[in-house]
């Protein structure tokens, strides 16, 4: 399998941002997010599971995850997130994997993972840890953007997440994404020619 740095940060930290600088360099990049999303959709694999474990009450017409209703379900009840992952997630990191051993047409793999550092479920198939790192009002106020999410409920998601001082400290490398594409650039740049050579060094690797 090829060379995997494996990518996470906090909500808001811009990992999605990054990904795409690291794309448009050459990398392979597989978010986990977006196999997700892949999964939950109209007759996505994990929906029958979820129609079951949940009822109609978080489908949407089409028969794809409403996302407000599951989000709401799994706040006001800690045990609705736990059905949800153990559905999930194994059904993502499966085709995460899969995709990654898919990927040798590139020099190395930029595995984006959310919560890397909480599940540590990917540990053993990643190479390296690079942790997306900002102040946590920066993250706040950029979801509140996107999201159009209230403060405190960024933070109440914040809240079930690493904090950054737990994220810096599993990190290989940390990347500042304070300041927008300025900042981001040459950060991008000088791991992308350090993740080359490690992955020109590195010995093949089997994964099971």
Known sequence: MSFVVGMTGGI??????????????????????????ELTGARGAAMPDIARAFGEGVLQANGSLDRVAMRQLCFSDPTARKRLESILHPLIRSESIA?????????????????????????????????????ESVQVAR??????????EVQAIMATQASREERRAAADDVLTNDDGLDELQPQVLRLHHRYVEFARKAPVREDT
């Open 12 to 37: 808001g930290s811009g990992k999605t941002t990054v990904a795409n600088l690291f794309a448009e360099l050459g990398a392979a990049v597989i978010d986990t997010d977006a196999i997700a999303h």
């Open 99 to 135: 995709r990654c051993r898919r990927a040798d047409y590139a020099p190395y793999v930029m595995l984006v993972v959310p919560l890397l550092i909480e599940s540590g479920a990917y540990r053993e198939h990643i190479d390296r840890i690079l942790v997306i790192d900002c102040a």
């Open 143 to 152: 979801v509140m953007v996107r999201s159009r999410l209230s403060a405190d």
